[in-house]
């Protein structure tokens, strides 16, 4: 993760080429305090936001060598962060719904994963979720599983954003049949790729406090420490680990973590479901992130996550979508719009979790939380140009009283039109123009025959 | 609501002559019991389905004169029922979020409707819910509120089946400025649009019982079975109304709905969110429906409905997404996801409301709160012809392990390809064929402009 202030390298002279322009829409830039800018011009020179502001004071460029979004009746938005995925799960999306937890874990998902994963069909099941992801708006993810290198192939094939980390688990897991090798093999996925590519971030992700000992947690956290990566890992999830960590080390999960020496700034924790008040407080005080992931939660039904509570005390805090097995789709719209609901539902306070604190989650907020808040997350001169536009032309976000409660309650991942990453158009007027869908889906469906 | 055994007028005969032909793709019928058919082909003759199974037992007929939709690579099901709408509210989408409920009602929803809702207005707002309703797959609505001649219109000219309801409130409300005249008024609507049109039932729309007195309730109740039909009724919406009617009338609300008289089959009861066990019992066993609203329960905080007890109950259920001022979209897709998954994490059980449920409450069931089980909600021989069909060519929806766990846990209002009522083409490869979308998008945004 580089720091620099990028504004100064990029501040623009009037002579300077333009590669991309997007324009006439309403820029919701998600910088704090900033209102939506109405006919808003955004100029982006190679891979960064050169300027960003009305139409009125940012003149159309003269050179004739760029090219031109349209984003007339479109909000001009910072790309989505998908905060805590599986992406290669899209391959077990719908294989087992409505089941007792046990029985989908053990008996389904477990089964299904030793059974079918292999480095071909992650990388399918990858691409195909880097496909959905481009869809539906998200321009960075924060993926944890096995056979990683596929995950980073496919990543980097799709032009999205990513912060990748090798599964650690102390039981045999796909890829890495022997769990005394699961270290070792963290680092080298870390040697591997630490300097690959510069959108991509690698991390390792420990599978929870309880499948991994205390040596691996401390290790694979030393390891992070070495790299200057994350470390991504699911936290109180559900009430049985809660006992389970209880039982096993007399304190609560976020506290024993704690003990470990776990819980600082590049601690990435998902769920977080069930942590008390003290937990929050840790996690805050040490800056660690903390993902919300309320479909996944509600599915498997491990219970709602505090949300209000935690973005109360101020907690670094992303908003992800979990992996397709139990959710089962990526679209981060959908997932704002419950995790606004389900807070207002659980509080019993219809002004709590504002449609702003969703949509902050689910960018700036998630950036944060992976480190690269410094880069994406907001349309700002000088930042990353990770940027999509969301067309307003369907009748369900008609009229629009207020683009941010449009973007959280009402629209969808399939309003959006336009995804750039890094500069680059992943996706322009819904046409996908880094990935081949057609072939992907088809390389999938097979697979899933398999699967059946 | 007639009632006959339609079978016995449509069986086909090989010579008769077929309108229109839906065949390729996998049918999910949700006649109980019975297995999605895959490569299914429905023969529709004028306004109902002739036939309809595999297509290697359905010969292709051989006249000249039928269009075929091509379904291939997607799910042909009944058109979804949306048990609960405030249509027109669609005006006021977005205009009033995240707010304290009384400040939400009071000072911005109630006045926004006292100043801005007419006949004019309330018939753009209904035409752009129809378009919204249309293109996210809803063939038939039931819908309560004011200047509903106006809806009526809309709904007629858009081409959907609706159960439309006038609204009765003893307060001055948008139209009927003195409340003394709520039930005549009532009554003028079911008398002029009771024999207007087969695909619109009529109905009235008793606001609560906390805002509508015991003779009120009693002579609406009077009135709708007089013409024979439904009394729709907010219902347990909020912990405060079951209070008031507690203090007011020592019963709660269903409780004293029955001791006036009201609940029986012809009720159809929305929200249900605070029914107590005996209350519920009492609404199954005098063969009442429930309409569950979870978004719109959830966004204002009023509590979640115990879905599980009530389908476990066997009571007669639909789901409707209420009113856009408090969702704030028409998408029952999303809303089936939400009420499984609500469902899920309420009684902490992951098998808990199945998906196959809220697709049944989405379809057949709602059809039967709305008493119109016989005519559709289902794909039968007979049945009337209201289907639509969900493409599957999007990266969300693949792969495909079970359709109806895509249908409720991947897929979206906007996956709807066709759409068909009463045998007529509403949607075409999504494209509108029965209202102007442009047009009507515009007025609304007209509307906005004075709204703001």
Chains 1, 2 share one sequence.
């Not at 003149?59 to 290669?88: C, Q, R, W, Y």
């Not at 924060?142 to 102390?170: C, E, K, M, N, P």
Request: hydrophobic share 40%; glycine share 8%; aromatic share 6%.
């Amino acid at each position: 993760m580089e720091s620099h202030d990028p504004g100064l390298q990029y501040g623009r002279t009037p002579e300077e080429p333009v590669n991309l322009i997007i324009q006439g829409g309403t820029a919701v830039t998600m910088v704090p305090g900033q209102q939506p800018i109405r006919n808003a011009r955004v100029l982006i020179k190679k891979d960064r936001i050169m300027e960003i502001g009305p139409s009125s004071e940012i003149p159309f460029p003269k050179s004739s060598s760029m090219e031109t979004i349209d984003a007339e009746s479109a909000i001009i938005m910072p790309g989505l962060v998908n905060a805590h995925a599986h992406t290669a799960m899209t391959l077990f999306r719908g294989f087992a719904d409505d089941l007792p937890l046990k029985e989908w874990l053990f008996e389904k998902i477990f089964p299904a994963e030793a059974n079918f994963l292999s480095p071909e069909t992650v990388y399918r099941g990858a691409l195909l979720g880097c496909v959905e992801m481009i869809r539906s708006g998200t321009t960075c993810l924060a993926d944890g599983y096995f056979f990683q290198d596929q995950t980073v192939r496919a990543v980097h094939a799709s032009g999205l954003r990513g912060l990748l980390a090798q599964g650690i688990i102390d039981f045999p897991a796909p890829g890495v049949p022997d769990p005394k090798q699961n270290i070792h093999m963290g680092k080298d996925f870390l040697e591997k790729w630490h300097h690959f590519s510069h959108r991509i971030t690698t991390g390792l992700f420990c599978h929870s406090p309880a499948t991994c000992s205390k040596k691996t947690l401390r290790r694979s956290h030393e390891i992070c420490r070495e790299y200057d990566v994350p470390l991504q890992i699911h936290l109180s999830e559900t009430e049985m680990e809660v006992a389970e960590i209880l039982r096993a080390h007399g304190t609560r999960p976020a506290h024993y973590l704690d003990q470990l020496g776990l819980v600082d700034s590049h601690l990435i924790a998902a769920h977080g479901v069930h942590l008390d008040k003290s937990e929050l407080k840790c996690l805050h005080e040490k800056d660690a992130g903390l993902v919300h992931v309320p479909e996944s939660n509600m599915k498997l039904s491990s219970g709602i996550a505090p949300l209000e509570e935690i973005t109360a005390m101020g907690l670094k805090t992303g908003l992800g979508t979990d992996g397709s097995a139990s959710n089962n789709n990526l679209d981060l719209f959908g997932e704002m719009d419950t995790a606004a609901k389900l807070s207002k539902v659980l509080t019993r306070r219809p002004d709590a979790t504002k449609a702003y604190q969703v949509l902050n989650m689910a960018t700036l907020g998630g950036a944060a939380v992976l480190g690269l808040d410094k880069e994406t997350g907001s349309l700002e001169k000088g930042k990353k140009a990770d940027i999509i536009v969301v067309d307003l032309k369907s009748p369900h976000l008609c009229p629009m009283f207020d683009p941010v409660s449009a973007l959280v309650y009402s629209a969808g991942g399939s309003d959006v039109k336009d995804v750039i990453v890094d500069g680059v158009s992943l996706m322009r007027e819904k046409e996908l123009w880094s990935l081949d869908q057609d072939e992907i889906m088809a390389a999938v469906r097979e697979i899933a025959k398999k699967i059946r």
